[in-house]
């Protein structure tokens, strides 16, 4: 044996000297054997030690794996994306009835790709040039995939083609996106209607449009032009227009003050005269139209703007943010396509004058038609939101389907009590209110109508969110038109007629 | 057709290495059994049963050897056949066929060299260098693939004769001493010489060949700890090794390696608590580590700048993706694009990830081979890591029990940083996969590793020869048997080792 032996370490210092006699050598043995099975005790739990180490990492690749493995691929900087393109003709896509809005076709060299719906859908499709938007960029990653049959992909192996990628079907419903489209008319603006229960868009129309089988020729003609009106028609209003909200917003004030007031059975009365005179000037209702005396539901429903700057100086401006916040101002809507961010910002110190001009949607409050129209369908769902998305499912290239997204819950920023209140009040702002344009025949519809002021002038945008039918909302819509003046006038009717298209059909 | 095919042989793959890591879990429940002493068994009787016990042992071996050497070899053809798919070049077919010639003759040759080396490690030598020279051909076929087929023939003929040498080595202290400080001084060398790659001091250049000595001095580190725990394990003598271990950590540090010098901290943390677990408060030690370590991380996040950024890249690394996080997120969209089953080779883009070959191999294999295949490797280099613990726990003598255990460490440390970095499950440290990776030091290391734990393989053997021999001859004075000392034992329990330590004892007596 070497001199490393281990019997000479421990157990030499341990053992007596003169370990020549067997009593020594016995004893010798005994500490050396309880120090191997120690020390094979400790090789057993480091190797456990080992294991778990490895497990864990395991474990971290399968969560991966099944989790976000997926999600995280549509990114610009993925180039497997756009690599996927040499193997690929990219999908088609579709509105949830099945009309193509964008499509590939393969002339043998290059791969075209046309969007037959035009300007109606233009900001819907987006475009793939200069960056990608809309659904060409939501989809990206699926419409380059391809879900093709075993014998399929052999064939177009074999023959050297490319195979066809899978499709991708939006919540959009065709019907309602072009009666939009032609409702709004030479104006600018934007529509928005949305599904309560699920958060999906039923149709999204943003003007100035364009045709995006012509924007590379746009783009040119663009350039040209002075700096002001340079690729406004790019922007979709509906996600990134940031507009004040006008009346509409007394709906988020209303609840407020009945938060404020548990038990609120709408028992106060307040006197309007056509002007509220503050330190700061007189805030006047629209079109000098006196109220006399009101309730909170009428001044709901005439949009007294009197009783809101009564009610303004008297919310917390925390609990108003809280509540604003819940519905998803100054926060994120979606992390799926790009949305502004509605901002409200009304400080805890604000003065008195900057309180009564938020609460009746005037002040810095800033909203998308986007945010607005998910306020009407939190109402309209019980006050549960939902996250809104337009992206529904993939086809495979032969029709089946390969995913299919689920509707997320955005949360709950009014209770159920709240929602019918504001319901109640809704309808009545339609059935003998500033919104009775909305109104259809035959179902009752549940709105809001707002003038929202702009710049120093006198001149308004109009505004109407609401849904329909109030008991069972199927739709809730958000009509913005830029410098149309009344909402009760301009932005109402063309609501009615796009309840009575997706209602009645 | 090529499609069909390439497709098959990504299953085949799969299945190969499906099984391989079934195989070679199985294979370390196997141990061998003695038979029991029976008094009144005749010297005839006991040299049969005996013999017996011998030949199952042989068997379940060898059955396990030749299932694991042909899946191993079946992967390595069937990713060779994947290669000719897609870039069918006379230089790839030669390489392949070099490859295919070195991976199934080397096994055959040691063991000729050494009848006694019955080991599973030959295996996974074979599996995971020819994965390796799958995924690098893959990722470039004239730049890493040839380079690496070339260094694995030379170093590992050049490397074969270390067994022999640990057979024949009586007393290994001094050349551990030895060994020890030059590569601690080779360590020192690299800061003043050394030539700067991604910001660290890495390697020397010398005539064209560069060398990192860190990956050599891996193996003397563990030697010298060895050595220094050897016989001893008191206070002053832990003093004496963190000392010396805390040097080569500090170097490491300064020369901004601190994937090497995170290998070397924890291997000393573990040979320490393996070398003080008899010792009364003993366990303190290694915890006492640990706070130093935890310090010493908090101080290289405050001082290092390169540290702070790895960190916060490896929290959230999407903000950031178009600079520091660049790496680890095209690592993720790799990973993420194999899905479970892989894209199938050169079906993928792994080589969109910068530094593939090295850093991130497991990424590129993670993609085209699939989450599978790369969750079973893994576990396969598991079973490894622990086959080599269990070598280490059939020995005897302290030293080897402590180098085999340094070396598991070792191996296993490197893999967890190297592939925990891939996957974002830790911070990036910039380590390389063993056997896998590209790169001349890393193979010069795992193969310094193998070798010694061929070594140690053979020692074992000798050692349990001997205790049959005993068991037949009746082995050695009455008086020296203990109430733990049952021959019947199994074979990875120390027990039934005393025969030889307490025979020799007597002769020393």
């Known amino acids: 044996m070497s001199k490393a032996d281990p019997a000479q370490g421990e157990a030499k210092s341990s053992a007596p000297k003169g370990s020549g006699s067997r009593k020594s050598l016995f004893l010798e043995q005994e500490t050396r054997d309880s120090r191997l099975e120690s020390q094979n005790r400790s090789l057993y739990f480091l190797a456990g030690g080992f294991s778990c180490l490895f497990m864990g990492m395991v474990i971290f690749l399968l969560i991966f794996h099944m989790g976000k493995g997926d999600a995280i691929q549509n990114n610009p900087y993925n180039l497997r994306v756009r690599n996927q393109s040499a193997n690929v003709v990219r999908g088609s896509i579709l509105t949830s009835d099945g009309v193509v809005i964008a499509e590939s076709n393969w002339n043998g060299e290059n791969e075209i790709r046309s969007y037959p719906g035009k300007n109606v859908y233009a900001h819907v499709a987006g475009y793939l040039s200069m960056g990608n938007s809309g659904a060409e960029k939501l989809c990206s990653y699926y419409l380059l995939q391809s879900h093709s049959g075993i014998e399929e992909k052999m064939k177009n192996e074999w023959l050297g083609e490319k195979m066809p990628g899978d499709s991708a079907v939006l919540s959009i419903d065709s019907g309602l996106q072009e009666l939009s489209y032609e409702l709004l008319g030479e104006n600018r603006g934007a529509i928005v209607a949305v599904e309560p229960s699920t958060g999906r868009i039923l149709a999204m129309v943003s003007k100035p449009d364009f045709d995006p089988n012509e924007l590379d020729q746009l783009m040119s003609e663009t350039a040209k032009k002075e700096d002001g009106e340079k690729e406004s028609f790019l922007v979709n209003r509906v996600t990134n227009g940031m507009y004040p909200p006008g009346s509409t917003f007394k709906i988020l004030t209303s609840v407020a003050y009945i938060r404020m007031h548990p038990g609120y059975q709408d028992e106060v009365i307040y006197h309007c005269d056509g002007v509220f005179q503050t330190e700061d000037g007189p805030i006047r209702c629209a079109g000098g139209t006196i109220h006399g005396d009101i309730r909170l539901s009428g001044g709901f429903g005439m949009s007294c703007n009197g009783i809101y700057a009564e009610i303004g100086k008297e919310v917390d401006p925390r609990d108003f943010r809280t509540l604003a916040e819940g519905f998803g101002f100054n926060n994120v809507l979606t992390d799926e396509f790009p949305v502004s961010v509605s901002s409200f910002p009304l400080a805890n110190d604000a003065d008195d004058f900057e309180k009564m001009q938020t609460a009746f949607g005037q002040g810095r409050t800033l909203v998308t038609p986007l945010q607005e129209a998910m306020i009407a369908a939190t109402v309209a769902n019980g006050g549960v939101m939902m996250k809104p998305r337009y992206f529904d499912k993939v086809l495979s290239p032969s029709g089946k389907e390969v995913i299919s997204f689920e509707s997320e819950e955005y949360g709950r920023p009014i209770s159920a009590w709240e929602a019918k209140w504001m319901t109640e009040m809704m309808k009545g702002c339609v059935n003998a209110g500033t919104g009775t344009e909305a109104a259809v025949e035959g179902i009752q519809v549940a709105g809001k109508t707002g003038s929202a002021q702009y710049g120093n002038g006198d001149e308004t945008h109009a505004v109407f969110v609401g849904f329909a039918p109030a008991d069972d909302p199927k739709i809730a819509v958000c009509v913005y038109v830029e410098e149309g003046g009344s909402g009760g006038k301009v932005a109402a009717p063309i609501a009615s007629k796009l309840f009575e298209e997706y209602l009645k059909n | ?509």
Request: aromatic share 10%; net charge positive.
């Open chain 2, 1 to 509: 057709m090529l499609y069909l095919i390439g497709t098959i042989t990504k299953y085949v793959m799969l299945l190969c290495m499906v099984l391989y890591t079934i195989i070679s879990f199985r294979a370390l429940l196997y141990h061998r059994i003695f038979p029991e002493r029976v008094p009144t068994d005749s010297l005839e009787e006991r040299r049969r049963k005996m013999e017996d016990s011998d030949d199952l042992a042989e068997e379940r071996w060898e059955r396990s050897y030749v299932c694991q050497m042909g899946l191993a070899i079946i992967c390595f053809l069937a990713g060779s056949v994947n290669l000719f798919l897609n870039h069918l070049t006379a230089g790839i077919i030669l390489r392949s066929g070099v490859m295919l010639l070195f991976l199934t003759a080397y096994p055959m040759i040691m063991q000729l060299i050494y009848p006694r080396l019955k080991t599973l490690l030959l295996c996974d030598f074979v599996m995971y260098s020819g994965i390796g020279y799958v995924i690098l051909s893959r990722l470039s076929p004239e730049k890493y693939a040839p380079k690496q087929v070339l260094m694995l023939i030379v170093i590992g003929a050049a490397l074969m004769w270390i067994p022999k040498i640990i057979e024949k080595l009586k007393d290994a202290k001094i050349p551990a001493a030895i060994l020890g400080i030059l590569g601690l001084i080779s360590l020192i060398g690299v800061i003043f010489l050394g030539s700067k790659v991604y910001g660290a001091n890495l390697s020397i250049s010398l005539k064209g060949f560069s060398i990192q000595p860190s990956e050599v001095v891996k193996i003397t580190f563990v030697m010298l700890i060895a050595m220094l725990f050897r016989n001893r394990s008191d206070f002053k003598r832990v003093f004496f090794a963190t000392g010396v271990a805390a040097v080569h950590v500090l170097v490491l540090v300064l020369s901004k390696d601190l994937g090497a010098a995170l290998i070397f901290f924890v291997t000393y943390l573990v040979m320490l608590y393996q070398a003080t677990i008899h010792v009364k408060k003993g366990r303190l030690y290694p915890l006492a580590g640990l706070g130093c370590g935890a310090v010493g991380a908090v101080g290289a996040f405050l001082l290092f700048d390169h540290v702070r950024q790895r960190v916060t890249v490896w929290l959230d690394p999407w903000p950031k993706i178009n600079d520091t996080g660049y790496q680890i997120t095209q690592s993720l969209f790799a990973i993420g694009n194999g899905s479970l089953l892989g894209t199938g080779l050169y079906r993928g883009r792994p080589t969109d990830i910068p530094l593939v070959s090295k850093d991130f191999i497991f990424a590129a294999i993670a993609e085209e081979f699939g989450g599978i295949f790369s969750i079973f490797l893994i576990l396969a280099i598991l079973a490894t890591i622990l086959r080599m613990i269990r070598i280490s726990a059939t020995l005897q003598t302290v030293f080897y029990r402590l180098v085999g255990l340094g070396f598991a460490t070792v191996y296993a440390i490197q893999v967890f940083l190297t592939v925990g970095g891939d996957i974002n499950m830790i911070p990036l440290t910039g380590v390389t996969l063993p056997w896998i990776s590209y790169g001349g030091s890393s193979l010069l290391c795992m193969y310094l590793i193998f070798m010694i734990l061929y070594g140690l393989v053979i020692m074992r053997e000798n050692e349990e020869i001997k205790i049959g021999e005993e068991y037949v001859s009746g082995g050695r004075p009455e008086g020296l048997r203990t109430k733990t000392d049952r021959p019947e034992q199994k074979k990875n329990k120390t027990g039934n080792g005393q025969g030889v330590q307490s025979g020799s004892g007597s002769r020393r007596s």
